[in-house]
């Protein structure tokens, strides 16, 4: 009797076991190509617009039976670039960069997600890091599977740098000032294995 119920513990054992392990092997983890990828940040003074380039990112996306499990997003701050010495200074010292050296974003939620063939579109949800401060922020993303195990994600993300208790750069002795709004706009392939049906 104490034989039968040891051999069916074991046997339900072994089935959570394989059913884990198949869950595993289904899911699909992607990763930024930075090469592919393009992020800039849009913004204006009460002197011109401006428009600055993210020159390094990397992130993970995973996906689990068709569900998305996680997404993170680290952005050097150095790696954000103006072409302009005097512009990329005044950036860096808005994000104290010494203290505060990466940008990160944390996926929470993924909402309102519709596919139609090849393409996707959700909300997407998550914590934003800055300058040391984290906040929530939730924005519209339209992606494309471009071909097995490639995906182009794109879409823009307003926000203001003042959430994050940044102060907006000013120069020329203050005559010049960068206004609390910006903008980014990405457009982001990620790409890993394809999962085998």
């Known amino acids: 009797m104490i034989k039968k119920k040891l051999t069916k513990i074991i046997a339900l054992f072994m089935i959570g076991l394989v059913s884990i392990t198949c869950n595993l092997a ?16 849009l913004g204006t003074t009460n002197v011109h617009d401006f428009k600055t380039k993210v020159e390094q990112m990397k992130g993970e996306l995973v996906i689990n039976a068709k569900q998305v499990q996680s997404l993170n997003v680290e952005i050097p701050v150095k790696s954000i670039k103006s072409g302009e010495s005097l512009m990329d200074k005044k950036t860096y010292e808005a994000f104290d960069d010494a203290k505060n050296p990466t940008i990160t974003f944390q996926m929470t939620d993924v909402t ?3 596919v139609n063939g090849s393409e996707v579109s959700a909300t997407v949800t998550g914590n934003l890091t800055m300058a040391g401060a984290a906040r929530k922020i939730s924005f519209k993303t339209t992606g494309k599977n471009l071909k097995p195990g490639v995906y182009e994600f794109s879409g823009t993300i307003p926000l203001k740098m003042t959430d ?14 960068v206004a609390d709004a910006i903008t980014l706009k990405y457009n982001v392939v990620l790409e890993g294995a394809p999962i085998i049906q």
């Open 26 to 41: 289904m899911a699909q983890s992607l990763k930024i190509n930075p090469k592919a990828s393009t992020m800039t940040i």
């Open 112 to 114: 309102s997600m519709l």
């Open 164 to 177: 994050f208790k940044m102060k907006p750069p000013t120069a020329m002795l203050g005559m010049m000032k």
